[in-house]
C-alpha cells in the first residue's frame, strides 16, 4: 500500500483561465489535512484536479502517488490506485440503485488491485452496506434508491462518507463535506471520517471554509489557499488567526 | 459487472453478437419461389388446406396491397426488393408438442436458444416459430383443461372454427395499412390464444421466432382474445442470423380485451441488422379492460411499429412502454397510438429511446380522444438518450382531442451523457465504458423492470453487449 501523496508546484486551467498556480502538498498515511480559503482560491478545483476531472487541464507540475505518477491516469485508474474523491456536488444518476452500484464499484477496485479476496456477493455486501449506513444514520432504504436522486444536501454527503468508507481508499479528497450538513448531522459525519480514517489509516485531504469543522476533526497540518496557491500552513493557531483577522490577513504577505 | 454473466440464451442476440447469428441447415419441406403472385397465395392456401373464406380473404388483401403505396412518411423502405423475398417457407409438415418429434435440426437451433429449457423453468406455455411456420405449440396441462386455447393461428382455423372467424381481422382489416394487407395475403404461423371467462394465466405464455433462411419474409399472424374477466400474459421473442441481403419481418397481431379481462404483450425484439420489421399490433378493450404493450425493440434494419389500443368502452385502461436501441445502420420508428373512444377511459404511453453511432430512433405516437368522451385521463411521456453526437433522435407526438373534459399530460426529454456524470462514476473506479452501461441501465431500468425477471436479467444483458466497445 502506498504510503505518500506528493503534490508538487500544481498547475491547472479550465480553458485559458488558470486556476492552479502552483500548488505544493506532501500527506503520509494516517494523516489528515484542512485547506480552507474563500470562494473561488482554488480548493474545489485542485481536488478535482487530483482526482483527474477532464475538464481541466494540468499545465505543469507533478502529483505523485509513493513513485508512481498519477497526473497521466485516467480518473478510473486513480480510484483503483486508492484515491478517492467525496464530491461537493454529487451527480444524480438516475434508475441505479446505490447499494448496486457501490459493489460493482467495490469488486472492480479489488479485481483491479488484484486483492485475494475474492468478489463479494449482494448478501454479504448488503450486511456490511447496512452495517456502515447505521454508523451514519442513513435509512436502509437508500440502498436501493438511485445514486442521490431525490437525496437532500446533508443526505448527499453523508452517502459521500458511506462510500469512502466501504471502497476503503488509500487518500480521500474531501470537498466542502461539512456545507449543508446542521450541527448534528455534522457531528455524526465528523466522527464516521474520523473513525474510518484511524481504522484504516487513510491520508485525508478536507476542503473546508468552515473553521466550525476543526471543533470535530483535529488535523495534522492546515493550508491557507490563495489565488491558487497555498500561502499558509500550520497548527491551530492558524485558525485562530483566521478568526480573528480573516483570510485578508493571509495576502497580506 | 453487475450484470449476472450466467444468464439463459434463452431470447435472443444481438445485431453483431456472433454467438446467436449461428444459421442452420435445413431441409425444407416447401418454399415458394421470389417473389409473389396470386397463384403463390393459392399455393400457400392450398398447402395449408384452408376453407374457401380464407383464400377470399388472402386473394383480396393482395389486391388491396397492390393498390396501396408504400408510406412515404417514416423509415427509409426503398431496401425493400418485393420480388426477392420468398413469402412461404414450410420447414415440417405440421406443428408438434413435443420437442421430440421436432426435427433434429430445428430442435438444435432451439436449443442452442435456450428455449425448451425455459420452457421447464417458468412458462406456462411455449410455441416456437422457424420460418414461416409454428413447429412446436406446448401448454400446461392444468390450463388446457380450463379451456384454455394455445396453438398455432393455422391449426386453430381448423380447430375452432367459429371462434376464429368471429374475430380475425376484425380489428386490423387489410385495408389497414400497406403491410397488414401483405400480412393478411400469405400469412403464415403465429399464436392463436383463448382465455375462457374469469381464467387467469398465472405464468407467461411464450413465442419465440426465429428467420433461418435469407431473403425470406415472416408474416405471423397473431390472435389473443381474452374473454371477460380474465387474464393472460404473452410474450415473443425474435432472432435471425445475420446474412447480406434484407429479410422482411411483417406480422400483424389483433388482440380482444372482454369486459374485466387484462392482456399483456411484451415483445423482445432482436433481429439482426438487415431485417426489415414492419408490424401492424392493436388490442381493443372493452368495459374496465386493461392493455398493456411493453415494447422492446434492440435489433433489426428497420423497425416501423406502433402498438395501438382502442378504448372502446367505458372504464377500459391502456399502457403503452417501449424501449428502442438504434445503433450503426439501425433506425428504430417506434411509439404507440391510443383512441379514447368512451368515457372514463385512460391511458399513459412511456417512451424510451437510446441512439448510438449514429443510430437513429424517432417517436411517433397519436393519442385521439372523440366528442363526447368525458372524464378522460392520458399521459405521454417520451425519453431520449444519445450517446454521441452523430446519433439522431426525433419526436413526433401528435394529439387529436375533440373533448373538453379531459386531463393530459405530455413529457418529453432528450438528453446526453454528460461529463460530470461519468467523472463521478469513474471516480469511483468504474471504467469508462461501465460508466456509460450504468447510466444507459438506469435510463431504461424503469421500463426493464415490467418484464418477468429472466427477461429482464436477459435484457441487461443484451443491453451491456450493445455498449462494449461504445465508449473510449
Not at chain 1, 505544493?24 to 480548493?43: A, P, T, V, Y
Request: charged content about 25%; hydrophobic content about 40%.
Amino acid at each position: 500500500m502506498a504510503k505518500t501523496l506528493k503534490i508538487e508546484n500544481l498547475q491547472a486551467a479550465i480553458g485559458k483561465t488558470k486556476i492552479l498556480n502552483g500548488v505544493s502538498l506532501d500527506i503520509s498515511r494516517g494523516e489528515i489535512h484542512i485547506i480552507m480559503g474563500q470562494n473561488g482560491s482554488g480548493k474545489s478545483t485542485l481536488l478535482s484536479v487530483l482526482m483527474g476531472n477532464p475538464k481541466y487541464t494540468v499545465t505543469g507540475g507533478s502529483v505523485m502517488l509513493d513513485k508512481k505518477d498519477m497526473l497521466g491516469l485516467s480518473p478510473t485508474q486513480r480510484a483503483q490506485n486508492g484515491l478517492f474523491l467525496g464530491f461537493q456536488h454529487p451527480q444524480v444518476v438516475t434508475g441505479v440503485p446505490l447499494g448496486n452500484f457501490l459493489r460493482l464499484a467495490k469488486n472492480t477496485i479489488s479485481s483491479a488491485q488484484k486483492s485475494k479476496t475474492p468478489a463479494i456477493g449482494p448478501a454479504p455486501f448488503a450486511a456490511n452496506l447496512r452495517a456502515e449506513m447505521e454508523k451514519l444514520k442513513i435509512d436502509p432504504t437508500f440502498m436501493s434508491r438511485s445514486i442521490n436522486e431525490g437525496f437532500s444536501g446533508g443526505e448527499k454527503k453523508k452517502s459521500e462518507v458511506l462510500q469512502m468508507a466501504v471502497l476503503e481508499p488509500v487518500f480521500a479528497f474531501l470537498d466542502e463535506i461539512d456545507s449543508g450538513l446542521d450541527i448534528d448531522a455534522l457531528k455524526i459525519v465528523a466522527k464516521q471520517l474520523s473513525a474510518v480514517q484511524k481504522k484504516q489509516g487513510m491520508g485525508l485531504i478536507i476542503v473546508s471554509h468552515n473553521p466550525r469543522i476543526l471543533d470535530f476533526i483535529k488535523p495534522d497540518t492546515i493550508h491557507i489557499m490563495s489565488k491558487g496557491k497555498i500561502v499558509a500552513r500550520g497548527g491551530k493557531e492558524i485558525v485562530k488567526k483566521i478568526e480573528k483577522d480573516g483570510f485578508d490577513s493571509f495576502l497580506k504577505k | 459487472m453487475a450484470i449476472p454473466q450466467k444468464t439463459k440464451k434463452m431470447l435472443t442476440q444481438t445485431g453483431d453478437n456472433s454467438a446467436f447469428s449461428f444459421r442452420t441447415k435445413t431441409k425444407s419441406f416447401f418454399a415458394s419461389q421470389k417473389g409473389l403472385n396470386a397463384d403463390i397465395i393459392r399455393e400457400i392456401s392450398r398447402q395449408k388446406n384452408e376453407p374457401q373464406w380464407m383464400l377470399d380473404f388472402r386473394l383480396h388483401a393482395y389486391e388491396v396491397f397492390l393498390g396501396k403505396e408504400m408510406p412515404r412518411w417514416g423509415a427509409d423502405l426503398s431496401g425493400i426488393d418485393f420480388d426477392n423475398i420468398r413469402y412461404y417457407v414450410r420447414p415440417q409438415d405440421k406443428s408438434k408438442r413435443s420437442w421430440d418429434d421436432v426435427p433434429k435440426e430445428i430442435k438444435d437451433t432451439f436449443d442452442k436458444l435456450g428455449i425448451p429449457e425455459a420452457e421447464k423453468k417458468f412458462l406456462a406455455g411455449t410455441g416456437a416459430q422457424f420460418e414461416s411456420e409454428m413447429i412446436y405449440h406446448s401448454l400446461a396441462e392444468n390450463l388446457a383443461k380450463q379451456g384454455v386455447i394455445f396453438e398455432s393461428t393455422d391449426d386453430a382455423i381448423k380447430n375452432h372454427p367459429e371462434l376464429f372467424k368471429k374475430y380475425f381481422g376484425t380489428v386490423i382489416p387489410p385495408g389497414d395499412n400497406k403491410f397488414a394487407a401483405l400480412n393478411s395475403a400469405v400469412w403464415s404461423g403465429g399464436s392463436f390464444i383463448y382465455v375462457p371467462k374469469g381464467v387467469h394465466v398465472e405464468l407467461p405464455l411464450q413465442a419465440y421466432f426465429r428467420i433461418n433462411t435469407e431473403n425470406m419474409g415472416q408474416f405471423e399472424r397473431t390472435l389473443i382474445i381474452a374473454d371477460e374477466g380474465s387474464s393472460v400474459h404473452y410474450v415473443e421473442g425474435c432472432t435471425a442470423p445475420t446474412y447480406s441481403s434484407d429479410s422482411l419481418h411483417s406480422a400483424v397481431v389483433e388482440i380482444i380485451v372482454k369486459k374485466g379481462a387484462r392482456v399483456q404483450y411484451t415483445t423482445i425484439q432482436n433481429w439482426s441488422g438487415n431485417v426489415y420489421n414492419l408490424v401492424t399490433k392493436r388490442a381493443m378493450a372493452y368495459e374496465n379492460a386493461e392493455m398493456f404493450w411493453l415494447d422492446c425493440n434492440l435489433g433489426s434494419k428497420v423497425t416501423m411499429k406502433y402498438p395501438s389500443i382502442i378504448l372502446r368502452e367505458r372504464g377500459a385502461k391502456g399502457e403503452i412502454q417501449s424501449l428502442a436501441f438504434a445503433s450503426k445502420g439501425q433506425h428504430q420508428d417506434a411509439g404507440g397510438k391510443v383512441m379514447h373512444l368512451a368515457p372514463d377511459t385512460s391511458s399513459t404511453i412511456i417512451s424510451k429511446s437510446i441512439s448510438k453511432n449514429g443510430g437513429r430512433s424517432t417517436y411517433r405516437g397519436l393519442v385521439k380522444v372523440i366528442k363526447g368522451a368525458k372524464n378522460v385521463k392520458t399521459r405521454v411521456v417520451c425519453d431520449a438518450l444519445m450517446l454521441d453526437k452523430d446519433s439522431r433522435s426525433d419526436t413526433y407526438p401528435t394529439m387529436d382531442i375533440k373533448e373538453e373534459d379531459v386531463a393530459i399530460a405530455h413529457e418529453a426529454t432528450v438528453a446526453s451523457i454528460g461529463e460530470d456524470e461519468l467523472f463521478y462514476l469513474m471516480s469511483r473506479g468504474l471504467s469508462e465504458e461501465q460508466a456509460a452501461t450504468l447510466i444507459v441501465n438506469g435510463f431504461a431500468n424503469p421500463i426493464i423492470r415490467k418484464l418477468p425477471m429472466e427477461y429482464a436479467v436477459e435484457l441487461n444483458r443484451l443491453l451491456a453487449l450493445e455498449m462494449t466497445g461504445s465508449v473510449g
